[in-house]
C-alpha cells in the first residue's frame, strides 16, 4: 500500500511538473502575460552613433492616431527629434548603398536630401 500512495504522489509531482511550460505558454498568448509598457509600441529603425548615442525611431498610437517619434537616446537622456505621421515600411538600403546620415536627417525634417548637405 505504501508503495502506491508513494507512486501517486511521484505522478502528481510529475503532472505538475509538465503543466509548468503549458501554463507559460498560455501565458505569453494573453493581454496579462504580454508587457503593458509595449502595448502599441515598436521600434521601427534604429541607427548608432557612437557607443553610447543613437537615433530610434518609434512608433506609437494605434489606428488614425498612430504617429512615429524620431528620439535621440543617450545613457543620460532620450530627447524627441522630430514627430511625423507613419511612412511605409521602406526597404533596407543594400550595404554597398548606404545613405548617409545628414540625408536621412534632412527628410526626416521635412527637407529633401538637397538640403541636407
Known amino acids: 500500500m505504501d508503495l502506491s500512495a508513494g507512486f501517486g504522489a511521484l505522478l502528481s509531482f510529475a503532472a505538475v511538473i509538465a503543466m509548468i511550460p503549458l501554463a507559460l505558454w498560455l501565458l505569453r498568448r494573453t493581454p496579462m502575460g504580454r508587457n503593458a509598457s509595449s502595448a502599441g509600441m515598436r521600434t521601427v529603425a534604429a541607427l548608432p552613433l557612437s557607443n553610447t548615442q543613437r537615433i530610434v525611431t518609434v512608433e506609437v498610437g494605434t489606428g488614425d492616431e ?37 540625408q536621412v536627417l534632412g527628410r526626416l525634417q521635412g527637407r529633401g536630401s538637397r538640403d541636407a548637405h
Open 66 to 102: 498612430r504617429r512615429w517619434l524620431v528620439l535621440g537616446v543617450t545613457p543620460g537622456s532620450i530627447s524627441t527629434l522630430h514627430t511625423m505621421a507613419p511612412q511605409e515600411d521602406a526597404p533596407l538600403p543594400a550595404a554597398g548603398n548606404a545613405t548617409p546620415f545628414a
